[in-house]
């Protein structure tokens, strides 16, 4: 079956730019989790979104935003990029909430703001 | 303020011996965890979990044991292989109805053949 899809898989981006991230969930999964990933900082949750909810958000600028759409597709948007937003953007689906639904993650969208 | 950390940046380990990576969380709320691996330009992929309500779980050559008075959980790989060499992310989940984890910064293992 497919995996979780995230495209672009690479993107460079101006400062000041913004940019939009897309990420399709394995078939049947309702949940979409965003994280950003950058050098020694692990993975910092973004938000998770539920049946076209969002039900957490993490520590971030008002900057970063998200959606999901009727058919769990998600869309995480980052205006006003700055430097320091260069980073791997990982999703993960699942099919449900709680950690005993397991996830499934994304090769992710790595951004380069310059 | 981490509330999950991955202590040791890197490990180097002889094909055939054990690895063991380390993780320690300050959050007692948290009552699941998740082990990952992650290649270069891959997500990370799942590995082995276990709840708060067990002190240990295995699965084939992994196994990860919880210290719960001690916020301390560690993942076993024996024997070790060239192809376990990634990084390693251990996450906690708080529970509920939620899917935001909390992840470590990682240890980078490598298996030397």
């Known amino acids: 079956k497919a995996g979780v899809t995230q495209t672009p898989r690479y993107l460079i981006k101006t400062r000041g730019q913004q940019v939009t991230l897309s990420c399709s969930p394995i078939?049947?999964?309702?949940?979409v989790s965003w994280y950003q990933q950058t050098p020694g900082q692990g993975l910092q949750f973004l938000f998770e979104?539920?049946?076209?909810?969002?039900?957490n958000k993490g520590n971030f600028p008002g900057r970063f935003s998200g959606r999901q759409f009727s058919n769990s597709r998600s869309e995480m948007n980052v205006s006003t990029l700055e430097l320091g937003d260069s980073a791997l953007y990982l999703c993960?689906?699942?099919?449900?909430?709680?950690?005993?639904?397991?996830?499934?993650f994304g090769s992710g969208t790595r951004l380069t703001v310059v | 303020d981490q509330q999950v950390k991955q202590n040791s940046p890197s490990l180097s380990v002889q094909e055939g011996r054990i690895s063991i990576l380390n993780c320690d969380y300050t959050?007692?709320?948290?009552?699941?965890f998740l082990w990952y691996k992650k290649y270069p330009a891959e997500g990370p992929t799942f590995l082995i979990s276990i709840s708060s309500i067990k002190d240990k779980n295995e699965d084939g050559r992994f196994t990860v044991f919880l210290n719960k008075s001690a916020k301390h959980l560690s993942l076993h790989i024996v024997p070790s292989q060239p192809g376990d060499s990634a990084v390693y992310f251990c996450a906690a989940s708080g529970g509920g109805a939620t899917n935001k984890l909390i992840f470590g910064t990682g240890t980078l293992l490598a298996v030397q053949p």
């Open positions: 078939s049947g999964h309702r949940s």
């Open positions: 993960a689906s699942s099919r449900g909430q709680g950690p005993y639904w397991g996830y499934t």
């Open positions: 959050n007692s709320m948290f009552d699941y």
């Open positions: 979104y539920f049946s076209e909810t969002q039900r």
